[in-house]
């Protein structure tokens, strides 16, 4: 006797692909939250290595971190080159490193005191967020303007982090100011009611309340928007005014007011901490989920590398835990 097998019938082969269908749709989120959250612990990692770095760094160079500024202000801060890295350009012209590339060392990679980090194939990755997308870009990444190393400092680097430049920058002994570039005077917010002061000048050992003070940070907000022109004040000429700046500070650089479009008001439990960084337009909230409704993001996370070495994934509405000031206030 001659046994035929049954066949799917067209309307079983199309239930089939239905479900397969339905599975995938039901799936497909879950996938993208699980590598969005996967994705949120590596750039975490990649923040607590650079603070890790740093604080190395400072113990080597008694306290001192790399310094963000001009090579000009770092010679006369760093005289006898043993507070800051330095190297020898195409001229043969003691240069510093900018902040990025003198913490290679201290990242593990010491193959050439003279290698930029974008240069640094072992160490290259942990400058960068994997959810950040300007990274996959034709031009990626963002701008380190006091960036003594590249060839170009217009240029963009493959970075995804931004320094405290309350902490990281230089003072100019002959007027005693603090300066972020040249001319981008840089005042820090030092309490209420109290003028602004100077920059710590890269002295690490000299934050207060290291565990509450961010070092490092996600940065850069791309397409570059002028935050002066946000606020709708377009002759200011800061520097670190945009937002495709890869630093971060209490300094209002000139902006009046020195908020977004609808933002709250600055106020004092505001002015020294990563909320007033968060109403000025420079923090991508979209590397963790947030969503952007109207001028303001939803659900926004930010990853931050604080002072003492450690890092924390920091929720939007929790900013103003975290300081940018490093003085007592």
Same mark, same amino acid.
């Given at each position: 006797? $001659?046994?035929? &097998? ?6 079983? =082969?199309?239930?089939?692909? /239905? ?29 607590? *290595? ?6 190395? *760094? ?8 790399? =310094?963000? !500024?001009?090579?000009? &202000? ?16 195409? !001229? ?18 010491? $193959? ?11 160490? &290259? ?48 002994? !002959? ?14 917010? *030092? ?37 002066? *022109? ?10 670190? &005014? ?47 989920? !947030? ?8 659900? /926004? ?7 003492? /070495? ?8 929790? =900013? ?10």
């Amino acid at each position: 006797m $001659t046994h035929r &097998r049954a066949a799917f019938t067209l309307v079983e =082969l199309l239930v089939v692909i /239905g479900i397969i269908a339905l599975l995938i749709s039901i799936l497909l989120p879950a996938l993208g939250r699980a590598k969005g959250a996967a994705n949120t612990v590596k750039c975490l990692s990649n923040l607590r *290595q650079l603070a890790t770095a740093a604080r190395v *760094q400072a113990t080597e160079r008694n306290g001192f971190i790399q =310094l963000v !500024g001009e090579k000009e &202000r770092a010679t006369i801060l760093d005289p006898s080159k043993s507070k800051f890295i330095w190297y020898r350009d195409g !001229g043969n012209n003691l240069v510093p490193l900018d902040w990025a590339s003198a913490l290679l060392p201290y990242l593990g990679d010491k $193959t050439s005191i003279d290698k930029i980090f974008k240069d640094s194939p072992g160490k &290259r990755d942990v400058y960068k967020c994997p959810s950040d997308s300007f990274q996959e870009d034709t031009k990626p990444g963002y701008r380190i303007t006091v960036n003594i190393g590249l060839s170009n400092t217009a240029d963009y680097v493959p970075a995804s982090y931004g320094i405290n430049a309350d902490i990281a920058c230089g003072i100019d002994p !002959g007027n005693g100011q603090g300066y972020y570039n040249y001319n981008t005077v840089l005042g820090v917010y *030092q309490g209420p009611g109290r003028p602004a002061t100077i920059p710590l000048g890269a002295r690490l050992n000299k934050v207060n309340r290291a565990a509450e003070t961010a070092l490092f940070a996600d940065m850069g907000v791309r397409p570059m928007q002028d935050v002066a *022109q946000v606020v709708g004040n377009p002759t200011s000429n800061k520097l670190m &005014r945009m937002s495709d700046e890869l630093a971060f500070s209490t300094d209002d650089f000139d902006l009046s007011p020195p908020r977004i479009p609808g933002a709250a008001a600055i106020t004092d439990d505001v002015q020294g901490t990563m909320e007033y960084v968060n109403r000025t337009k420079r923090l991508p909230f979209d590397r963790h989920g !947030g969503k952007r409704v109207g001028n303001s993001w939803r659900n /926004g996370k930010l990853n931050v590398a604080f002072a003492d /070495g450690h890092a924390e994934t920091m929720l939007q509405d929790d =900013l103003k835990k975290v300081r940018v000031s490093p003085y007592k206030w």
